[in-house]
């Protein structure tokens, strides 16, 4: 997607915690990580704080 537009802005989800995207997600051009189960709190959290 950063290939794409450089200034997207994209959050990954997953429920495994050792996974190396989810651990360094800001180094595989993520703005932000859900783990989940997560709640419509947490997700919009993220949102919000991926959007700046």
């Known amino acids: ?18 996974d190396p ?3 360094k997600h800001r180094d595989h051009g993520f703005s932000g990580m859900v783990a989940k189960p997560y709640t419509i709190e947490e997700l919009c959290k993220a949102m919000r704080d991926a959007m700046g």
Do not use: F
């Open 21 to 23: 995207v989810t651990a």
């Open 1 to 18: 997607m950063i290939k794409i537009d450089p200034a997207v802005k994209a959050i990954v989800s997953s429920g495994y915690a050792d």
